[in-house]
């Protein structure tokens, strides 16, 4: 049965879509059986999955409203090792026309249980937004990953998030949980960002992720490859940090 992790936090910018195909990367490099659901009607984690958003004949617009099955809409991508359940601009309509439907945040969940058993991880990377669509991929998941970039408002911006966690949580979805917090785009030599890291750790405790991802170029630059970066440069420290960071994913669902 597949581990359902979201990639989640209302901020844009802050590495959801790096760390969901670069997760997904690594754990299909350790052996997992990864599905990345692209969330974000931008299609980047699509794209950064080397499948082409204008090209698709279904996404996940047709599984949300209900025409066809993940099984039917999910496309393999050889080169990253994992299969992507992709989106593109449709789905931005997906928000307005789902108001009407009954089951509206459910539609997600309904459809990852036909495909449960093919999976060890299923992978959703989050729109920023506290959206529809967030709200069906929370739905959906026994908990979520939160990248963050260890600045000032960091601390700030975390607490919306852990709110309609929590909401989620009484009200649609118990299994939910934060799995935990993710430190990306990491500079050491920035004293405030040893700081706002130090912070982290002493609010959330084991809640932060051992693993950090440090700021590498090589990351910034494997999307217009269409790759992950842990595929595109696999010796690059980015793609090391999250092959760790994969590692680290395996034995945290072990202990769930
Ligand atoms: P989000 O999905 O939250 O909007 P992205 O994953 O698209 O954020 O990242 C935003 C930008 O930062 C992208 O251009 C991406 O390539 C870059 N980026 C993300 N993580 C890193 C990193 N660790 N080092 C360098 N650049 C990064
Ligand atoms: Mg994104």
Known sequence: MAKIFCVANQKG???K???????????????????????????????????DKRA????????LLESASILEAKQHSERAGYDVLGANRELAG?????????????????????????????????????SMLTLNGLCSAHGVVVPMQCEYFALE?????????????ANLNPDLQIIGLLRVMF????????????QLKSH??????????????????????GLPGVVFDPSSR?????????KEMVQRVTRM
């Open 238 to 246: 980015g793609a090391q940090a999250f092959v760790e960071f994969a």
């Open 94 to 130: 997906a928000e307005v026309e789902l108001v009407e439907l009954e089951r509206r945040e459910r539609r997600l969940k309904q459809a990852i249980k036909a495909v449960h058993a093919d999976y060890d991880f299923v992978l959703i990377d989050c729109p920023p937004s506290l």
């Open 157 to 169: 911006g975390l607490s919306d998030l852990v709110n309609t966690i929590k909401q989620v949580h």
């Open 204 to 225: 959330f405790g084991d809640k932060v992720f051992d693993t950090v991802i440090p700021r590498n170029v090589r990351l910034a630059e494997a999307p217009s490859y």
């Open 13 to 15: 910018g802050v590495g």
């Open 56 to 63: 698709m004949a279904m996404s996940v617009y047709d599984v």
């Open 187 to 198: 500079d050491p030599r920035i004293t405030l960002q040893q700081q706002v890291s130090e």
């Open 17 to 51: 879509t790096t760390t969901t195909v670069n997760l997904a990367a690594g754990l299909a490099k350790v052996g997992q059986r990864v599905l990345v659901v692209d969330l974000d009607p931008q299609g980047n984690a699509t794209m950064g999955s080397g499948i």
